[in-house]
């Protein structure tokens, strides 16, 4: 057998594990149910104001912070690992309970350094535009290096979370990660923490691109802007943070 | 002043997000060789071009 004539005889794998899913349905599928990029920033748009309302509530009702935020947790398992075709009824649960947990968490921060919300705010958004900026240009350009570069310093980082959280039961914790901890370490660690966020944007931007191109279903959009919206949540949180940290001093 | 700097930060970030967001990215980023292939489709450039020939344990020998 020479020059592919194997594929021409045998076509593509048929082993679900190499197909993923996608590839059989795409080409199929007609152009009104294919996901677009258009769709996905809009349904980000949809999420994003339902972050904020829930925001609005936490800040006012402090008391939902916890709740929120176990509800959030499940939300995003389930999201992610059980159901990403019903991503269009999980992920607004998700951003309402995520934005409620943020309400809390952002009025504690509040009460300590004045203003320091709106800055977290400014500088989420900020490096949001300037990544996207960067990644439609070109000048970010993520590979699968990229990619399993990032995936081990994010398992890095929530491993050092997990040790701290486990330990915060012992009456201990990892001093480094406290927000309260205003040392040139600490500080650097929350920036590198900063930028391993920031740089999961890209790979949200791409992962939106690519689906868009290869016209994945319409429930996908609603999966982008899910995982654009895990990202934008932890970026504002290590943001917090790390301004805490430097107002600290 | 805080909040008007960093307010304004937001809403300009925001509107540059759901401008550019909704245009295709550069031919800079799309057409090259070491995408993240994620859904399965096979890349061209990866395929080798040539003869393949069965080998039997039996012609080692």
Redesign the interface.
């Known amino acids: 057998m020479s020059k592919h004539s194997a594929l021409n005889t045998f076509g593509r794998s048929a082993n679900p594990a190499f197909t993923r899913g996608f590839e059989s349905n795409a080409q199929t599928l007609p152009l009104s149910e294919r996901m677009t990029l258009d769709g996905a920033v809009n349904k980000t748009g949809i999420l994003l104001s339902l972050c904020f309302a829930g925001a609005i509530v936490g800040w006012n009702i402090p008391a939902l912070t916890i709740p929120a935020a176990l509800i959030g947790f499940i939300l995003g398992m389930v999201t992610i690992f059980r159901s990403k075709e019903k991503a269009g009824s999980t992920a607004p649960l998700y951003a309402l309970s995520q934005g409620i947990m943020l309400g809390g968490i952002t009025l504690m921060y509040e009460n300590v350094f004045d203003g320091i919300a709106i800055q977290a705010i400014g500088l989420t958004f900020g490096i949001l535009a300037s990544l996207l900026l960067c990644y439609k240009s070109g000048l970010i350009k993520p590979t699968e290096n990229f990619r399993l570069m990032l995936g081990a310093a994010i398992g890095g980082i929530f491993i050092l979370y997990l040790v701290s959280f486990i330990m915060s039961f012992f009456g201990g914790g990892i001093s480094l990660l406290s927000p309260t901890n205003s040392s040139w370490a600490s500080i650097g660690i929350s920036l590198a923490i900063v930028v391993v966020a920031a740089l999961s944007l890209v790979l949200d931007f791409d992962y939106i691109e690519e689906g868009a191109e290869k016209g994945l279903p319409k429930y996908m959009e609603w999966y982008g802007a899910f995982s654009l919206m895990v990202t934008l949540v932890w970026l504002y949180l290590e943001i917090l943070r790390l301004l805490s940290k430097i107002r600290s001093r | 002043m805080?909040?008007i700097?960093?307010?304004?930060?937001?809403i300009?970030?925001?509107f540059?997000?759901?401008n550019?967001?909704?245009?295709?990215?550069?031919?800079?980023?799309?057409d090259?060789n070491?995408?993240?292939?994620?859904?399965?489709?096979?890349n061209p450039d990866n395929?080798i071009?040539?003869?393949?020939d069965e080998v039997n344990e039996n012609d080692k020998d």
């Open positions: 805080n909040s700097i960093f307010g304004g930060l937001a300009l970030s925001l540059v997000f759901f550019l967001g909704k245009v295709k990215a550069s031919k800079k980023q799309t090259r070491n995408r993240i292939n994620r859904f399965g489709e096979l395929i071009e040539g003869e393949a």
